[in-house]
Structures are given as structure tokens and as C-alpha cells.
């Protein structure tokens, strides 16, 4: 079973600096097996990066995602004021039968 | 716009059955998209319980097959979860969501805005 750990458990940063989230595997998986989501108080989750790169219809160009094999991040190049929230990565794995799996989490703080 | 919305009991006894439903439109669960079913104890973070595809087949999270089924209403436009013998543990937000159906990728595009399912007597 895939396990992903995401670092930092918190990230506090002001509006206009750049977030670095990072999502490790604990064992290589195809990297259009990751997606990245947005998750605000009393929410559902909001997709922002699908296929480890690309990002979903309405997101804005400053989020993007990157990684191969064990390691990806999640970037926002210039934070606003509305991306403080926690983020989850999330991987499909194919074992015995498909599973996904969710990161723990990074909350991104003021 | 796709939309998906969860309806069932809020309130389940320990040993009993919490069943949802899932009602589904601007699309059609008989896409070729899968269709799964994520939880969120309170405060905790995001668990996949398992998907299904109008072809039939189903996949379950190893830790809850033996207590869940996910079934599928095409008429009916909308899925199902039922888990048996649920305790205070199974207590989260249960949410309804669509696979992206890009192939070759991954990714839930359209949730549902979730459903408190409290276990408790």
C-alpha cells in the first residue's frame, strides 16, 4: 500500500509570497496517478491539480504541480488571500485491485 | 453543471447499516467516468471507501470491503453506499464524488457537499 506523507503539517506565509507543498510516496507510482486538492472549513474538497500537472477547469495559473516517482509539489506562485486552507495530495495505486490514497494534509496559514 | 448531492439518515446506531444515496445530474452516471465514495472523520483528514463503474465493477478501500457495497441506479441517475455494522468510528462527512475522465489521469473533478453521518445510540 502507497502511503503519502505531506510536508509541512502547517505553512504559514503572507498574501504575495510563494507556497511550496510537498507530497512524498512511500513507494514510485506513475505521477498522472496524482492529483492535488483545496479543502476550506465546512467544504468539499475542490480539485486544483489532476494528472500531476494539469490543472482543473477554473484554476487559477498560479497553482501548479510537478514530481516523478516518489516526490511532488504543489506550488502557488503568488498567494492570495483566498488559498488559505488545507491541501490534500491523492494517488490511485493498482495492487491486488485499484485503491486510492490520501495525503494527511498541509494547512496553509496566514 | 455537474452537480451531486448525498441524501440519507444523519444519524445511525452502533451495529446497524448507514445507507446514502448519491443523486447525480449534468451528468450521467452511465459515462464513462467512475464514481466514488470519500469519508472525513470530524477534524481528520480525507479516506476513500471505494468506486464503481456502470459497467458494474466495484473497488473497495482493503480495510472496508468486507463491510461495504457500492451499488449503481441508472434509471435512477444516482449511486449508492451501504456499510454494515457501523461504531462511532465509521462518524464522518461522506461525500459523493466523480472521477476525472481524462484518460491516463487521476482525479476527482465534481464532489458533493457532504453529509454528516453521526454513529451513535
Known amino acids: 500500500e502507497v502511503v503519502l506523507t505531506q510536508s509541512p503539517g502547517t505553512l504559514s506565509l503572507f498574501p504575495g509570497e510563494r507556497a511550496t507543498l510537498s507530497c512524498r510516496a512511500s513507494q514510485s507510482f506513475k505521477s498522472t496517478y496524482l492529483a492535488w486538492y483545496q479543502q476550506k472549513p465546512g467544504q468539499a474538497p475542490r480539485l486544483l491539480i489532476y494528472g500531476g500537472s494539469s490543472r482543473a477547469t477554473g484554476i487559477p495559473d498560479r497553482f501548479s504541480g510537478s514530481g516523478s516517482g516518489t516526490d511532488f509539489t504543489l506550488t502557488i506562485s503568488r498567494l492570495e488571500p483566498e488559498d488559505f486552507a488545507v491541501y490534500y495530495c491523492h494517488c490511485q495505486q493498482y495492487g491486488v485491485s485499484p485503491q486510492y490514497t490520501f495525503g494527511q494534509g498541509t494547512k496553509l496559514e496566514i | 453543471q455537474v452537480q451531486l448531492q448525498e441524501a440519507g439518515p444523519g444519524l445511525v446506531k452502533p451495529s446497524e447499516t448507514l445507507s446514502l444515496t448519491c443523486a447525480v445530474s449534468g451528468a450521467s452516471v452511465s459515462d464513462i467516468n467512475w464514481w466514488s465514495w470519500v469519508r472525513q472523520p470530524p477534524g481528520k483528514g480525507l479516506e476513500w471507501i471505494g468506486e464503481m463503474h456502470h459497467g458494474g465493477t466495484a473497488n473497495y478501500d482493503p480495510s472496508l470491503r468486507s463491510r461495504v457495497t457500492i451499488s449503481m441506479d441508472i434509471s435512477k441517475n444516482q449511486f449508492s453506499l451501504k456499510m454494515t455494522s457501523v461504531t462511532a468510528a465509521d462518524t464522518a462527512v461522506y461525500y459523493c464524488?466523480?472521477?476525472?475522465?481524462?484518460?491516463?489521469?487521476?482525479?476527482?473533478?465534481?464532489w458533493g457537499p457532504g453529509t454528516l453521518v453521526t454513529a451513535s445510540s
Open positions: 464524488a466523480r472521477h476525472v475522465s481524462v484518460p491516463g489521469t487521476r482525479g476527482f473533478d465534481y
